[in-house]
């Protein structure tokens, strides 16, 4: 039968209550010369008994008693964590990552946790979870600077009109560019489905470390996986076919460019265009160099200009990102970006060339810039002398 920790303490109290009687005999005797040194010895020998009966039996207590401070503290551990939904959305993820990566199937108590209603679906693999989508797809993060600006969604088959409100007698939608644009391009504005496959490698370390730190690395790298493509389709100058529609530098959108002597004439003049209904929430979009440039033109090789906000010599905020080339001026809640999050797929392989393990995530989006009339592209005519025209390029 198993010793108790009750029992041993109780042993340890008695044990301890018969040495300390042993001690006070020993010392007592000792200073009598009548004793022979025969008793003495045979107390001298129960003492060190006992003695080794105590240190052993509490070292015994000692452990015990750690070991189960231990599961007490794993316990409210995971009661706590049970209890909190970030814990357990972490703990799911991971689990989801490393069932992946093992070609496993996902369990419905790590779908559940992450926010899936629908256990009918095989395995979870094309299924991206509520809670991941909006930890992976929906939080803004800083690689991309628009999503600071443009409004992110995630719904399927998404159908917006391409100006949000009118009033009857304001105007607005019957006034110049933008009604011009709205009979061009219709006033309903459709996303589509873009595929986008994404990459995150993962090492046996990583992959076998804790769950916080999984999560956080693949929700890190899909993450900036995620800023780079959005960045790349926003601002490319030759679009993928198809994806025209998503670049401001794209004929197919006709933003109007403005063109100026120089960056500051082309940036002001530009956001000087833009109509009034847009003016309340106009950013600039440019190169960081360029920006520098244009401040170093304008303070004449005196450093008073550059510890100054943009909007103190400019007027309007600027978002700084390598692939805008040419500045973008406007109202950038006239941008919309969209997740189809139900048809997003989880993957894993393996780059045997290289020995790197991948865990993919396979996403359909679209971007639409609902009014281009929004937005001007600020051109320079000693850098750029053959995008002058103030008109907007055609469909």
């Known amino acids: 039968m198993a010793v108790t920790l009750f029992q041993k303490k109780q042993s340890l109290a008695e044990i301890g209550e018969e040495l300390t009687q042993v001690n006070n005999d020993i010392a007592e005797k000792a200073g009598n010369p009548a004793v022979d040194d025969t008793v003495l010895n045979k107390l001298s020998e129960k003492s060190e008994s006992l003695e080794k009966r105590f240190n052993l039996l509490k070292t015994q207590i000692d452990q015990q008693e750690a070991k189960d401070k231990k599961n007490l503290e794993k316990k409210n551990q995971r009661t706590h964590e049970n209890d909190d939904p970030k814990a357990k959305q972490i703990h799911a993820f991971a689990g989801l990552v490393r069932a992946t990566m093992s070609n496993k199937p996902v369990t419905h108590d790590i779908l559940e946790a992450l926010g899936d209603d629908d256990t009918t679906k095989t395995g979870g693999q094309s299924i991206l979870p509520v809670t991941v989508s909006n930890q992976i797809i929906a939080e803004p993060f800083d690689d991309n600077p628009l999503r600071q600006d443009e409004a992110i969604s995630a719904i399927t088959n998404l159908i917006l009109p391409r100006v949000a409100f009118s009033i ?15 009979a061009l391009k219709g006033d309903q504005v459709a996303f589509g489905r873009f595929k986008t496959k994404l990459k995150a490698a993962v090492s046996e370390t990583i992959l076998n470390g804790t769950d916080t730190a999984l999560t956080q690395y693949i929700q890190s790298a899909l993450q900036s996986a995620l800023a780079l493509k959005e960045k790349k389709v926003s601002f490319a100058t030759t679009p993928n076919a198809g994806e025209e529609h998503m670049s401001f530098y794209s004929d197919e959108v006709g933003i109007k460019k403005i063109s100026g002597d120089n960056m500051f004439d082309a940036i002001t003049q530009a956001a000087g265009d833009i109509d009034d209904a847009f003016q309340a929430n106009i950013k600039v979009y440019m190169r960081r160099p360029d920006y520098l440039a244009m401040i170093k033109e304008l303070s004449n090789s005196s450093a008073t200009l550059f510890g100054k906000a943009p909007e103190e010599i400019i007027g309007y905020p600027v ?11 406007g109202n950038f809640s006239y941008v919309q970006l969209n997740y189809e999050i139900a048809s997003t ?27 281009a009339s929004a937005f001007r592209l600020a051109t320079t005519t000693s850098s750029n002398p053959s995008t002058t025209s103030t008109t907007p390029a055609s469909k």
């Not at 700084?320 to 080339?325: D, G, S, V």
């Not at 797929?345 to 009014?371: P, S, V």
């Open 319 to 329: 978002r700084f990102t390598e692939r805008a080339t040419i500045p973008v001026v």
């Open 168 to 182: 009857d007698d304001d105007g607005f939608v019957g006034d110049q560019e933008v009604s011009k644009e709205i």
């Open 345 to 371: 797929l989880y993957e894993q392989w393996k780059d045997y060339d290289k020995g790197i393990n991948y865990f993919g995530l396979t996403a359909w989006f679209d971007q639409q810039i609902l009014l």
